[in-house]
């Protein structure tokens, strides 16, 4: 079997010690890289020279280097001008450019992660059954609930282990109260569902159990067989993510391929900070009337799948239900798929009809409430009011100035 390489970008402190205190330990337990067939497997690290010092003298390296090679891809510190997902390009330009030349299973990462035992086990038994590609669902999770919760369980600490061992449902279960907002408001039965521009995945719960249904645009490529690629085309990380169209541009849709349905099988786990925005309560009236909410929403993710950020690979794996559970899967589940499954489906006319005119309704509701508000002396209102009539001033021609030119005399 050809040699699997894990690979990643990483540079800075914080995310170092993602990287060493959680990442690496979760790869490190039982059912993962130490679950890997006899092979010259590498872990690359694309990062500054700093960092790679920092990362090299750490005591989880020397338990890693029992099972594949730490390999150090230098990138430079990014600077203040730097937009950080294209900086991470730089790293995994060098990574895939690595996995594409050896003929080697490329296992995409990012430092801030954390995977399920049994997930590189998983991935083991799908290269050895010929995928090419193996997929799995990729949201964000809420970063200080959940350090918080790994911190009570002994995980997070000044005196972190060194393997970490978290199966698909503890995970599910952490993930589930250490929801990120914009995951959060995915929410299918959510009100705020139509505040994301484009929609990464619409999400729907499973009460009994604790769990949802996904259905999902955002996906991590978790396995790629660089063998089976003819030319590689890096084009994509120069200007996006591995997320990106990268996976299509190379493969297309490829014929084996693999999307991972069940946390059970393997699950990730991806955190950022939580932030937190203050709306007008009554904006939005309109889609907060449940009967009008999930007529909107409903079009708005059969629509969502048109959007230009989604190539084709996407628009087909979007189709395919992912249960993300902590129980065992039962008869509550079997009929949220169902009703998701009426949902997710080709867009029709009627559709885009109702998201037009449920979006022109709401934009006059909307106008008519900060109109209201302003007379009330709402200051929110009152900025918005005095926004539009300083631009109406300024898109108004004003008063004309006397032409100081010389008159022509008239021809004789």
Same mark, same amino acid.
């Given at each position: ?48 020279? +700093? ?5 090299a003298?750490h005591? =989880? ?14 990138i430079?510190?990014?600077?203040a ?10 790293g995994?330009?060098?990574a895939?450019e ?16 954390v995977?399920?035992?049994?997930? =590189?086990?998983?991935?083991v ?18 970063e ?14 000044d005196?972190s ?20 907002? +914009?995951?959060?408001?995915l ?11 484009v ?5 729907w ?5 604790g ?20 030319d590689?085309d ?5 200007n996006w ?17 693999? =999307?991972?349905?069940d946390s059970?099988?393997?699950?990730i786990?991806s ?7 203050v ?11 449940p009967?009008?909410?999930?007529l909107?929403?409903?079009a ?39 009703r ?5 489906r080709?867009p029709?006319?009627?559709?885009r ?16 409430v ?12 009152q900025?918005?009011?005095?926004r539009?009539?300083a ?20 021809a +004789?």
């Open positions: 079997m050809q040699p699997f390489y894990f690979m990643l970008s990483v540079w800075g402190r914080a995310y170092c010690d993602f990287l060493l205190r959680l990442c690496i330990p979760s790869l490190l337990a039982g059912r993962n890289i130490p679950a890997l067939p006899d092979g010259a497997h590498k872990f690359l690290i694309a990062c500054p020279p +700093e960092d790679w010092e920092y990362i003298a005591p =989880v390296l020397a338990e890693l280097r029992q099972y594949c090679e730490p390999v150090h891809l230098e430079p510190a990014p600077t001008q730097d937009i950080a997902t294209l900086h991470m390009g730089k995994h330009i060098l895939t690595r996995c594409s030349a050896d003929g080697a299973y490329g296992v995409a990462l990012t430092p801030d992660l995977l399920s035992d049994g997930t =590189v086990e998983a991935l038994r799908s290269a050895s059954s010929g995928k090419e590609i193996v997929l799995v669902a990729a949201l964000r999770f809420a200080e609930p959940l350090l918080e919760q790994l911190s009570e369980m002994g995980i997070w600490t005196a282990p060194l393997t970490v061992s978290l199966t698909g449902r503890q995970l599910v279960s952490l993930g589930m109260a250490a929801m990120h907002p +914009e995951t959060a408001a929410d299918f039965d959510a009100e705020l569902l139509m505040h994301h521009s929609l990464p995945a619409t999400l719960r499973v009460p009994q159990d769990g949802v249904v996904v259905h999902s645009l955002s996906w991590a490529p978790l396995l790629i067989d660089y063998a089976a690629i003819g590689h890096i084009s994509t990380l120069q993510t591995m997320d990106g169209d990268y996976i299509f541009k190379n493969f297309g849709i490829p014929q084996h391929l693999e =999307v991972c349905r059970d099988e393997m699950m786990m955190w950022g900070p939580s932030h937190t925005f709306r007008n309560p009554y904006a939005d009236l309109l889609r907060k009337l009967g009008t909410r999930r909107y929403n409903a708005r993710v059969r629509m969502n799948v048109q959007a230009p950020e989604f190539d084709d690979l996407k628009r087909q794996c979007v189709l395919a239900p992912v249960r993300w559970h902590v129980s065992d899967i039962d008869e509550h589940w079997l009929r949220v798929e169902e998701a499954a009426r949902i997710v080709s029709d006319r009627k559709d009809v109702v998201l037009l005119a449920l979006a022109e309704t709401q934009k006059q509701v909307d106008r008519l900060v109109l209201c508000d302003f007379f009330r002396g709402k200051p929110y209102a900025s918005i009011v005095h539009k009539l631009r109406l001033r300024g898109a108004l021609p004003g008063p004309r100035a006397p032409d100081s030119r010389p008159k022509r005399e008239k +004789e």
